[in-house]
């Protein structure tokens, strides 16, 4: 069963800097665009980043200027890199995968667990 296990939340002051990871288990496959979105109390889940598996990417404007995606093809992880953090910026950030495929099977729309990212002011 395939899944992705996302790390490296956490409470952070503000202006500081935290890095996620979503790392897809298994092995044998491959992944394609794969984001990152982020989900405050009483507010939607947004998308925050997200890369192609050519490395296109495309952030929100209110994070463009402060993180940065990037992704491992081999391992079939996707990190972000959150500096200058702001208390608006405190949601649980989940990982998505809009396509997981192996030799004989395909998976869509798959979802991390998410992790808590908390920025103090």
């Known amino acids: 069963q395939v899944q992705l296990v996302e790390s490296g939340g956490g409470l952070v002051q503000t202006g500081g800097s935290l890095r996620l990871s979503c790392a897809a288990s298994g092995s044998a496959f491959s992944t394609n665009v794969m984001g990152w979105y982020r989900q405050a109390p009483g507010k939607q889940r947004e998308l925050v980043a997200r890369i192609t598996r050519g490395g296109n990417t495309n952030l929100a404007d209110s994070v463009k200027d402060r993180f940065t995606i990037s992704r491992d093809n081999v391992k079939n992880t996707v990190y972000l890199q959150m500096n200058s953090l702001k208390p608006e910026d405190t949601a649980v950030y989940y990982c998505?995968?809009?396509?997981?495929?192996?030799?004989?099977?395909?998976?869509?729309?798959?979802w991390g667990q998410g992790t808590q990212v908390t920025v103090s002011s």
């Open positions: 998505n995968a809009d396509r997981i495929w192996g030799s004989t099977w395909t998976k869509y729309n798959v």
